[in-house]
């Protein structure tokens, strides 16, 4: 073959080569492939020292934290520096510490592991979750000073799509995002404590409702009375049983904007005293109407704050003494202030 030839084919060969390139580039943008990683990849994490935390999950509306002053730490003494969590938007309410510490650390371990080949249009935009609509949009600042601004979208082979504030048109690939961290609702971001006690302190537990007054005292063990009477067939375990929920009891979700009245709390339909040993602290809750599905409502007299409490935490308030009775001798319903030999045969 004459040199011309081979001039005139290479060209060709180069020419086909270039196309194939081109293509694969058109491709690579379409889907989101990542190129060659970047000489200098971003910084997405931030500091553990961030003191305010902006969360918008799409079209869910914005969830705000702050650190404030310790009021209990203040009292105290040291003036509060450590600072707590609030919730400040769309609610002012105390934070769950541990779910803001959870976070932080999460900011903090953040990294960007590549770039992605997008050309982001609206329509990419909504396709990778990268728009207002349904990104996960996270800010954390320092003092007032913005520390991270990024808007996280799917996640794919290559990590969570994440798009910075600063970087408006550039798509990067994330790792270490933990996605449940940023989209929960705003009741998950609160805190929910309602009791918090040692259960093995407990000596004394009164619960009043529809089917009379239970009454459990511990000395060398538990003993029940219902209306001062015997419980048929008690059980101590039960009692123990519920002090082990009750130590920890948390709200499922909470009453914002309800009343006493609204709430049955008025005239609450039960109500429970756990009593410690040695005059170490009372805990004491009103239950109240039943609020979404079988939730019921539910306060503590020394608070404001309306709460709503699973069935199961409710149950062991408004059930009648059965429900402390072994399991042979739990279906003795209305006959639970007699005693078993004195029943009649059915």
């Given at each position: 073959?004459?040199?011309?030839?081979?001039?005139?084919?290479?060209?060709?060969?180069?020419?086909?080569?270039?196309?194939?390139?081109?293509?694969?580039?058109?491709?690579?943008?379409?889907?989101?492939?990542?190129?060659?990683?970047?000489?200098?990849?971003?910084?997405?994490?931030?500091?553990?020292?961030?003191?305010?935390?902006?969360?918008?999950?799409?079209?869910?509306?914005?969830?705000?934290?702050?650190?404030?002053?310790?009021?209990?730490?203040?009292?105290?003494?040291?003036?509060?520096?450590?600072?707590?969590?609030?919730?400040?938007?769309?609610?002012?309410?105390?934070?769950?510490?541990?779910?803001?510490?959870?976070?932080?650390?999460?900011?903090?371990?953040?990294?960007?592991?590549?770039?992605?080949?997008?050309?982001?249009?609206?329509?990419?935009?909504?396709?990778?979750?990268?728009?207002?609509?349904?990104?996960?949009?996270?800010?954390?600042?320092?003092?007032?000073?913005?520390?991270?601004?990024?808007?996280?979208?799917?996640?794919?082979?290559?990590?969570?799509?994440v798009i910075l504030a600063s970087q408006p048109d550039q798509v990067w690939a994330?790792?270490?995002?933990?996605?449940?961290?940023?989209?929960?609702?705003?009741?998950?971001?609160?805190?929910?404590?309602?009791?918090?006690?040692?259960?093995?302190?407990?000596?004394?537990?009164?619960?009043?409702?529809?089917?009379?007054?239970?009454?459990?005292?511990?000395?060398?063990?538990?003993?029940?009375?219902?209306?001062?009477?015997?419980?048929?067939?008690?059980?101590?375990?039960?009692?123990?049983?519920?002090?082990?929920?009750?130590?920890?009891?948390?709200?499922?979700?909470?009453?914002?904007?309800?009343?006493?009245?609204?709430?049955?709390?008025?005239?609450?339909?039960?109500?429970?005293?756990?009593?410690?040993?040695?005059?170490?602290?009372?805990?004491?809750?009103?239950?109240?109407?039943?609020?979404?599905?079988?939730?019921?409502?539910?306060?503590?007299?020394?608070?404001?704050?309306?709460?709503?409490?699973?069935?199961?935490?409710?149950?062991?308030?408004?059930?009648?003494?059965?429900?402390?009775?072994?399991?042979?001798?739990?279906?003795?319903?209305?006959?639970?202030?007699?005693?078993?030999?004195?029943?009649?045969?059915?």
């Amino acid at each position: 073959m004459s040199r011309d030839k081979l001039i005139i084919l290479g060209a060709v060969v180069l020419g086909l080569l270039g196309f194939l390139v081109y293509k694969q580039s058109q491709k690579d943008q379409s889907i989101g492939q990542p190129t060659m990683a970047a000489k200098e990849l971003p910084t997405i994490s931030a500091p553990d020292d961030i003191d305010k935390i902006s969360l918008t999950n799409g079209d869910k509306g914005e969830i705000i934290l702050e650190k404030v002053a310790d009021p209990g730490a203040a009292a105290a003494g040291d003036g509060g520096s450590g600072g707590v969590w609030k919730l400040t938007k769309p609610i002012t309410a105390a934070a769950n510490q541990q779910t803001v510490k959870d976070i932080i650390a999460n900011l903090k371990e953040l990294k960007a592991d590549s770039q992605i080949n997008l050309k982001l249009d609206d329509e990419v935009r909504k396709d990778k979750q990268l728009d207002a609509a349904h990104g996960v949009h996270v800010v954390a600042w320092k003092g007032g000073e913005k520390k991270a601004d990024e808007t996280f979208g799917k996640s794919g082979p290559a990590g969570q799509l994440v798009i910075l504030a600063s970087q408006p048109d550039q798509v990067w690939a994330a790792k270490g995002y933990s996605a449940y961290l940023y989209t929960k609702e705003v009741k998950d971001y609160r805190d929910k404590d309602i009791f918090k006690f040692d259960d093995g302190n407990a000596s004394q537990v009164t619960i009043v409702n529809t089917h009379g007054t239970l009454s459990f005292t511990k000395g060398d063990k538990w003993v029940g009375t219902i209306d001062k009477k015997p419980i048929p067939g008690f059980s101590e375990d039960k009692v123990k049983d519920l002090l082990r929920h009750y130590k920890a009891l948390t709200a499922d979700d909470f009453g914002d904007g309800k009343s006493v009245a609204d709430t049955g709390l008025d005239k609450p339909e039960a109500t429970i005293s756990i009593v410690l040993k040695d005059g170490a602290g009372k805990y004491d809750l009103l239950v109240g109407k039943t609020s979404t599905g079988t939730n019921r409502w539910a306060k503590r007299p020394d608070g404001d704050m309306i709460y709503q409490i699973t069935n199961f935490s409710s149950e062991w308030v408004t059930s009648d003494a059965s429900k402390f009775a072994a399991a042979s001798d739990a279906g003795a319903g209305s006959d639970a202030g007699i005693k078993v030999s004195e029943r009649p045969k059915k």
